[in-house]
């Protein structure tokens, strides 16, 4: 009785674990639809508070409401699920931020001036650091870095990539780290920080795509400016998102 026992959980062992070894291979049959993407990766611009009429931000930019920002965060959610590394970049601004319209007495917002040389847009305060009105609207959990940007007070920043300043941040240094040759790019504004990501993205060497629909600009004609720009600089301008027609891009 006792020898028959041991053989049923002998078998019973060997059942179990022919299951396991099953459910690995299955596993394994997944990964291609993952490996597709190993080097692409997505980041997502400046979706954040201030830049909202969801939050009723202090620069809120046209088309930015909730169901925008839930689209965002759906579609970002879909490409981590897809297999892409993603990456976030943060407008992190100090109070006395030279792009502040109200560090600059008796000027108003949206005025131009020069400094050093350079033209600069002065702003309504927006993002900064450590406000409400600074944080990422999408899970910050999905992203591998949060890229912060605009922290020195006598620069801006619309790139990902550097201020206009010329001081790098991490941002192509990381994705080089990790092997990334594939970039979407989408998020808040088209006609600025979207376009100005994008094409240092490129001339970094990077191949680039950027989502439309997942997009906001500031104004129609700028917007289709920058759009303009870009493909002619060789960026992908793709309508909406399509993971079939991202695919076909890596073949």
């Known amino acids: 009785m006792n020898k028959e026992l041991i053989i049923l959980g002998l078998t019973m062992v060997l059942v179990v674990l022919a299951g396991f070894s099953g459910a690995k291979g299955q596993s394994r049959k997944e990964s291609p639809r993952e490996g597709a993407f190993a080097k692409a990766a997505v980041i997502v611009v400046d ?10 931000g202090s620069l809120a930019v046209p088309g930015t409401d909730k169901t925008y920002v839930d689209m ?20 992190w601004h100090p109070s006395d931020h030279v792009s502040f319209y109200t560090n600059h007495p008796g000027k108003k917002a949206f005025e131009t001036v020069d400094i050093g040389g350079r033209k600069q847009v002065l702003w309504p305060p927006h993002c900064v650091q450590g406000t409400e009105g600074a944080k990422v609207l999408v899970d910050n959990n999905i992203f591998l870095a949060i890229v912060k940007k605009g922290q ?12 206009d300043g010329g001081a790098k941040t991490e941002l192509d240094r990381i994705l080089k780290a990790r092997g990334i040759e594939w970039l979407v790019i989408y998020g808040i504004a088209t006609d600025y920080c979207v376009k100005a990501t994008a094409m240092d993205a490129i001339a970094c060497g990077y191949k680039v795509v950027v989502i439309e629909e997942l997009c ?9 400016k920058a759009l303009d720009e870009m493909k002619a ?19």
């Open 216 to 224: 906001r600009g500031v104004a129609k004609e700028t917007t289709q």
């Open 152 to 163: 020195d007070k006598d620069f801006d920043s619309y790139s990902g990539f550097q201020d």
């Open 72 to 91: 965002v965060r759906k579609a970002t959610s879909l490409l981590s699920k897809a297999g892409f590394t993603m990456y976030a970049t943060q407008d």
């Open 233 to 251: 600089k060789g960026i992908v301008v793709m309508r909406s998102l399509d993971l079939e027609a991202l695919r076909k891009l890596w073949r």
């Open 47 to 56: 979706v954040q508070g201030d830049f909202t009429e969801w939050k009723k």
